[in-house]
C-alpha cells in the first residue's frame, strides 16, 4: 500500500468519524434520558459499580456474584474510565461506538471489494439512509417516530443499544482481518467482542460458523 492510498484511506475515514459524532452530537451531550425503561441506565449502574467498587461482591445482584463474572466488563470499564460523571461519560462512549461503526463497515467493504467508492458507498448509506429492514411493517413502524433514519440511530437514540454498537464496530473488523487473513489480529478482536457484549457475541458466532 503506498502513501497516496494510506492518505486517502485515512481522509476517508476522518470524514466518516466526523460524520458520525456530527449525526450522534445531540446525544453525546445528553447526561440522563427521559426513556427510564431503556438500557443506558443499566450500562451506566454497571459502570458506576466498576468505578467505585471496582472488581468487588455486589450482594444485592445475581446472590452476590462477582461482578467480572455476570457481563462482558469492558464497555463498562471505558465508561468508568472516562473522566465525566456517569451520565455523561456512557453517552460520549456510546456516541464513539456509533460512530465507529461506519468506518469499521468501510475497512470491511475495502476488504471484500477493493474499492473505495464501494466501501465508501456502503458506509455512507449506512450512515444516512433508511435501512432496508424498513419494508417490514414493525421495522417500519418503530423507525416512523425517527422519520425512519438509520436503524442504528433508531436504536441508539430509542433503546441505548450502544455495547451492541461498539460489539458491532469490533466484530466488522476482525471479519476484515480475518479476510486478508491477519488471524492474530482478528483473533485479538474477536475476544474483544467476547468481552464486550453478549448479543455481540451471538451475532460474530453466526458469521464465523457458516
Same mark, same amino acid.
Given at each position: 500500500?503506498?502513501?497516496?492510498?494510506?492518505?486517502?484511506?485515512?481522509?476517508?475515514?476522518?470524514?466518516?468519524?466526523?460524520?458520525?459524532?456530527?449525526? %450522534?452530537?445531540?446525544?453525546?451531550?445528553?447526561?440522563? *434520558?427521559? &426513556? %427510564? $425503561?431503556?438500557?443506558?441506565?443499566?450500562?451506566? #449502574?454497571?459502570?458506576?459499580?466498576?468505578?467505585?467498587?471496582?472488581?468487588?461482591?455486589?450482594?444485592?445482584?445475581?446472590?452476590?456474584?462477582?461482578?467480572?463474572?455476570?457481563?462482558?466488563?469492558?464497555?463498562?470499564?471505558?465508561?468508568?474510565?472516562?473522566?465525566?460523571?456517569?451520565?455523561?461519560?456512557?453517552?460520549?462512549?456510546?456516541?464513539?461506538?456509533?460512530?465507529?461503526?461506519?468506518?469499521?463497515?468501510?475497512? !470491511? /467493504?475495502? &476488504?471484500?471489494?477493493?474499492?473505495?467508492? %464501494?466501501?465508501?458507498? /456502503?458506509?455512507?448509506?449506512?450512515?444516512?439512509?433508511? #435501512?432496508?429492514?424498513?419494508?417490514?411493517?414493525?421495522?417500519?413502524? !418503530?423507525?416512523?417516530?425517527?422519520?425512519?433514519?438509520? $436503524?442504528?440511530?433508531?436504536?441508539?437514540?430509542?433503546?441505548?443499544?450502544?455495547?451492541?454498537?461498539?460489539?458491532?464496530?469490533?466484530?466488522?473488523? *476482525?471479519?476484515?482481518?480475518? $479476510?486478508?487473513?491477519?488471524?492474530?489480529?482478528?483473533?485479538?478482536? %474477536?475476544?474483544?467482542?467476547?468481552?464486550?457484549? $453478549?448479543?455481540?457475541?451471538?451475532?460474530?458466532?453466526?458469521?464465523?460458523?457458516?
Amino acid at each position: 500500500m503506498t502513501k497516496k492510498d494510506l492518505l486517502l484511506d485515512a481522509t476517508a475515514v476522518g470524514c466518516l468519524l466526523i460524520l458520525g459524532l456530527g449525526v %450522534a452530537a445531540p446525544y453525546a451531550r445528553m447526561e440522563f *434520558s427521559s &426513556e %427510564a $425503561w431503556n438500557n443506558d441506565y443499566i450500562y451506566m #449502574s454497571l459502570a458506576r459499580m466498576l468505578r467505585e467498587q471496582p472488581w468487588t461482591w455486589n450482594a444485592l445482584e445475581y446472590c452476590g456474584t462477582p461482578f467480572a463474572y455476570v457481563y462482558p466488563p469492558l464497555f463498562q470499564m471505558l465508561i468508568a474510565a472516562i473522566p465525566a460523571s456517569i451520565g455523561h461519560a456512557y453517552h460520549l462512549a456510546s456516541a464513539l461506538g456509533y460512530a465507529l461503526v461506519p468506518i469499521s463497515l468501510y475497512v !470491511l /467493504a475495502l &476488504e471484500l471489494f477493493r474499492s473505495r467508492f %464501494a466501501a465508501a458507498f /456502503a458506509a455512507i448509506t449506512y450512515s444516512l439512509l433508511p #435501512s432496508p429492514v424498513y419494508v417490514l411493517p414493525l421495522w417500519r413502524n !418503530l423507525a416512523r417516530g425517527f422519520h425512519y433514519a438509520p $436503524w442504528g440511530f433508531v436504536t441508539l437514540m430509542s433503546y441505548s443499544e450502544a455495547g451492541h454498537t461498539f460489539a458491532l464496530a469490533i466484530a466488522l473488523t *476482525s471479519l476484515a482481518a480475518a $479476510w486478508r487473513d491477519r488471524w492474530r489480529l482478528s483473533t485479538v478482536l %474477536a475476544g474483544a467482542v467476547f468481552l464486550f457484549n $453478549w448479543p455481540g457475541i451471538i451475532g460474530l458466532l453466526l458469521v464465523l460458523l457458516r
